[in-house]
């Protein structure tokens, strides 16, 4: 073949715009640091399934790069770095930069711990036909049937009536039991593979099984219940009533693990928004910049963003103004100059279910991490719609350092649609836009993304701290 191009080969590469598969642009330096970054990602993918063991990994984290608490009314710092904790579900870490407050603000990358999930009731503990049983609700949106007959592990925390904390994670070593929630066999499935996708199994159906084996003792009943809350008093000293006051969820049982042959997509539970998360995390420990960076790992995103510990909550507003006092800058000042980068994951284009995807603006897995101008659903109903200027002022960082990404939509017009925390930080008078890495399965207990999308993920945040 010619090396010397055509004058219409010369013109489209010149003219027409191409996503690029960032595997195939990487050199070999470059594939070596996708695949290292990616082991230190699915560590912490084991380490930390809810909101709280994020929490706790990450203030690990900053600790051993020197990062310590912030406390309110704190004295800062130009080349302070920092840690906000708020109630062990949430997270911000933080450096002070050199640049001023008010011309420059703050660089936010905002992004969530919590996944969906399974949650014990406070009232959970039966006992029916040989087999002990937990009543659950579901956490977030998901396909209640994709959470049967799968491994599950307990995590949380137990108050006791003491008021001592109990912190529990039940199904991780491969010596634990494991828990699970059981489902109809084919043979008598009948009826129920005739129903709506939602009704195959009904959230009350979702019960964990915990135990088979009656108490020894032929005056009590309900004995199989009894030497479960046995097992839980000898074992970690709590009783019935302690559930009441206990935060537990189900998640799946199973560890991160390299996917396909080539090994360049990584499967693991809670990818959503772990995928942003920690690369927000690694980007502000890693790495000093002249600016002031913050980057918030919050909660509760996937019920509405929500509560004290989520990002609706004024603690994120308070800790921005407090930032800004502390530096002697008016907080209205900061709050116009900053920026945001809302770190969350979108759908990966899945040829597989091509119908509900408009292939040409949908995220391309390995076409690197995936820039939202909108999301919503409809009519673009309930979005923050960056700003074409941002948005360019985004893609001219990202193109000065050779990030490579793509721009996606969440599925076709009118197939759905989602929402981020975006327009809460957009609320704030900050410039807001969001970027995340493409998901396959999303929300399902096991989800899918590639190596090179997390990789640019990072890469993304430190053009944006640069
Ligand atoms: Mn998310
Ligand atoms: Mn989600």
Same mark, same amino acid.
């Given at each position: ?10 013109? *489209? ?34 380490? +930390? ?7 706790? @990994? ?14 309110? %009314? ?9 840690? &906000? !904790? ?46 002990? @049983? #937990? ?18 592990? #307990?995590? %949380? ?12 994670? /039940?199904?991780?070593? +491969?010596?634990?039991? !494991? ?9 008598? %499935? ?10 195959? /199994?009904?959230?009350? *159906?979702?019960?964990?099984? $915990? ?18 809350? +046995? ?52 980007? !502000? ?6 600016? =002031? ?35 002697? +800058?008016? @907080?209205?000042?900061?709050? &116009? ?15 597989? @279910? ?49 990030? $490579? ?5 969440? %599925? ?7 929402? =981020? ?26 989800? $899918? ?18």
């Amino acid at each position: 073949m010619s090396e010397k191009k055509s004058k219409g080969q010369q013109l *489209q590469k010149a003219l027409a715009y191409k996503k690029k598969n960032y595997y195939e642009t990487a050199d070999k330096a470059e594939k070596k640091a996708i695949f290292d970054y990616a082991k230190g990602y699915m560590a912490f993918l084991d380490a +930390a399934k809810t909101e709280r063991e994020a929490c706790d @990994f990450a203030v690990k984290a900053a600790q051993e790069k020197g990062f310590t608490e912030y406390k309110f %009314g704190e004295k800062l710092a130009a080349g302070d770095k920092k840690y &906000f !904790v708020n109630r062990g579900k949430s997270v911000v870490v933080f450096r002070v930069g050199t640049k001023n407050l008010e011309e420059d603000g703050i660089r936010i990358i905002a992004s969530h711990i919590d996944a969906p999930r399974i949650d014990i009731k406070q009232n959970p503990l039966y006992e029916d036909s040989g087999m002990a @049983f #937990l009543k659950t609700h579901y956490y977030g949106g998901i396909k209640k049937y994709q959470w049967t007959a799968i491994p599950l592990a #307990l995590h %949380g925390v137990i108050v006791k009536k003491d008021g001592e904390k109990l912190n529990v994670r /039940i199904g991780e070593n +491969a010596k634990d039991p !494991v828990f699970y929630i059981n489902d109809l066999l084919p043979h008598l %499935g009948q009826e129920q593979m005739s129903g709506h996708a939602n009704k195959i /199994i009904d959230g009350e *159906q979702l019960n964990v099984l $915990v135990g088979g084996m009656p108490f020894d003792d032929e005056d009590v009943s309900e004995k199989i219940k009894l030497n479960v809350l +046995a097992i839980l008093n000898k074992e970690y000293g709590v009783t019935e009533e302690d559930f009441l006051s206990a935060e537990l969820s189900a998640v799946p049982a199973y560890g991160a693990r390299d996917v396909g042959f080539d090994r360049a997509l990584i499967g693991a539970y809670g990818h959503d928004d772990r995928v942003c998360a920690y690369p927000a995390l690694t980007a !502000v420990l890693d790495n000093e910049t002249e600016h =002031t960076v913050l980057a918030m790992l919050v909660d509760k995103e996937e019920i509405g963003s929500e509560g004290t510990t989520g990002i609706q909550c004024k603690v994120y507003e308070d800790l921005m103004e407090e930032i800004s006092v502390a530096m002697g +800058a008016n @907080f209205r000042k900061v709050r &116009f100059a900053s920026k945001c980068l809302s770190s969350d994951v979108t759908a990966a284009y899945d040829p597989n @279910f091509a119908g509900v995807y408009e292939k040409m603006n949908s995220a391309i897995l390995s076409c690197g991490t995936a820039m939202c101008k909108f999301t919503g659903a409809r009519g673009k109903s309930g979005s923050n719609d960056a700003n074409a200027e941002f948005v360019g002022e985004v893609r001219k960082m990202f193109a000065e350092e050779g990030v $490579v990404w793509q721009t996606a939509e969440l %599925g076709k017009v009118d197939a759905g649609g989602g929402g =981020t925390v975006a327009k809460f930080i957009a609320n704030l008078n900050i410039d807001t836009v969001d970027l995340g890495v493409p998901v396959i399965s999303m929300h399902s207990p096991w989800e $899918v993304v590639s190596k090179a999308d997390l990789y640019s993920n990072y890469k993304a945040f430190l053009a944006f701290m640069k």
